[in-house]
């Protein structure tokens, strides 16, 4: 499995944006990235992915670099309730795929 | 949709006792997948079923590990002659079948088990 390397923490004040990176020198033209983020007593839940271009969706932003080794994943407007650890994680979906976590990012939100 | 449920949420038991959690996906869901999470770590897979069929199985799933999913609907996960080692957080995630899940292919996680073995 293709590795990635986080941050173990970052520190956020509310309303600010967030970038949070995620590096993965390894990565092959297949593989996406996905990323994930587990709220405190919670399981790991979606955030969002993609393989080449910058992708929207409500949650945040994915912004990947033109040579895909590295992406980062932006919170416009940090609120407490966005207080989580974030994995990023590379999928290749083909066939049997289970998730590869890292220890990730533990984002804190001061308010 | 009313998520993947888990249960019981918490367990608590002795050392050498047999312990079993059970997972209900949401309902559309053919895919079901065990993760175990440590304080610190990132969720680790244990096994994965595809309808009642179990297809892949970690190493870290040892002898004393069993899962099920006899009707391809809900799961179980037994674990034998608990060790203090096997205190952990145990998720259960269910996926869409391959060919409605997309490029996304997410999974969906329950609340988890935390097991304390005393």
């Known amino acids: 499995d293709a590795k990635t390397t986080q941050p173990n923490s970052m520190e956020s004040n509310e309303e600010e944006p967030v970038h949070l990176p995620c590096n993965h020198s390894?990565?092959?033209?297949?593989?996406?990235i996905h990323w994930y983020r587990q709220l405190p007593s919670q399981g790991p839940e979606y955030v969002i992915h993609g393989l080449t271009s910058n992708v929207n969706n409500r949650m945040a932003s994915l912004a990947i670099a033109e040579d895909r080794k590295s992406s980062t994943l932006i919170l416009h407007r940090a609120t407490l309730r966005d207080a989580a650890v974030y994995y990023c994680i590379l999928r290749v979906l083909t066939g049997f795929q289970k998730l590869v976590f890292g220890t990730g990012t533990r984002l804190l939100v001061s308010p | 949709d009313t998520g993947v449920s888990q249960d019981p949420r918490h367990k608590i038991t002795k050392r050498g006792q047999n312990v079993t959690f059970r997972c209900d996906p949401i309902s559309e869901h053919n895919r079901l997948y065990w993760y175990r999470q440590t304080l610190g770590q990132g969720p680790e897979f244990l096994t994965y079923f595809q309808n009642e069929a179990q297809l892949e199985k970690s190493r870290l799933l040892s002898d004393r590990f069993s899962a099920e999913r006899p009707k391809g609907s809900f799961s179980t996960l037994e674990i034998q002659r608990t060790e203090q080692g096997d205190s952990a957080m145990y998720l259960c995630?269910?996926?869409?079948?391959?060919?409605?899940?997309?490029?996304?292919?997410?999974?969906?996680f329950g609340p988890g088990t935390r097991l304390t073995v005393l």
């Open positions: 390894t990565i092959s033209g297949t593989d996406y």
């Open positions: 995630a269910s996926s869409l079948p391959p060919r409605l899940a997309g490029t996304r292919d997410t999974q969906y």
